[in-house]
């Protein structure tokens, strides 16, 4: 909320702090793999991994100091994450026969009464996120090139395919809540999607194979990560109305 952006490195498991300049101010060794981070408050991020079942609790303090706070075991392994109200998150499953779950900020799980389809989605191959306003549950699917917009309330869904959106897989809320998603591809765009389904815009971003995409709080900057081989880095770009 203040600005600054945490992240997960995977391959060196570490969480990361940056700020506004995106300047590392900030380096906390972790035991595990990470998978993806989300900012709690000001002072706590919570972290999913894919190994050792679990939901880990951290403290960022003001000073970018990183502590271990607490850790609560879970039964399924979580990818994606992102916040759903004060108390519980949404989660992208792995292997998993239900793709997005519900997990309380104390490692308690449920599911959405959404017919999800019964397919299992491997690491890196599909993403989440929750639109609270209007209680809606977006999945991508990278292999099938389809974004999943999907009404709780009614347990309905709009389906998103478009020629040029190839291997959509990290996804965000954008300003005015509309999607933001990016298309995994050696040419990568970044896709605004409005919840019926409709792509306003497109932009295309010097960054092969995007993997992970977060908004700040005031919606007026993104920041986006990939996963290229020996050009991996953080990029930061400004959203205009």
């Known amino acids: 909320p203040d600005g600054r952006l945490v992240a997960v490195d995977n391959k060196n498991k570490k969480c990361l702090v940056y ?112 639109i609270r306003n209007s209680d809606k549950v977006v999945l991508t699917d990278k292999y099938e090139h389809t974004v999943y917009i999907y009404d709780v309330k009614t347990n309905t869904r709009v389906i998103v395919k478009d020629d040029q959106m190839k291997e959509p897989l990290a996804v965000a809320l954008g300003p005015n809540n509309t999607i933001l998603v990016c298309s995994f591809t050696v040419n990568p765009s970044i896709f605004q999607i409005s919840q019926t389904g409709r792509i306003l815009s497109s932009y295309e971003i010097d960054k092969k194979f995007p993997r992970s995409i977060c908004v700040s709080r005031d919606k007026s900057f993104l920041v986006v990560t990939n996963a290229c081989v020996g050009d991996r880095k953080l990029q930061k770009l400004k959203i205009t109305n």
């Open 19 to 130: 700020n506004e300049k995106l300047e590392k101010v900030g380096s906390y060794q972790l035991s595990y793999w990470p998978q993806s981070v989300v900012a709690v408050s000001e002072q706590e991020v919570a972290i999913t991994t894919d190994a050792q079942y679990k939901l880990d609790i951290l403290r960022v303090n003001k000073s970018n100091q990183i502590t271990s706070d607490r850790s609560y075991k879970v039964t399924t392994e979580f990818a994606s994450i992102c916040l759903k109200d004060d108390e519980h998150f949404v989660v992208g499953t792995i292997d998993h026969t239900t793709p997005v779950r519900i997990l309380s900020s104390t490692g308690e799980e449920k599911d959405f009464n959404i017919n999800f389809p019964n397919k299992k989605y491997p690491i890196a191959t599909s993403a989440c996120t929750y």
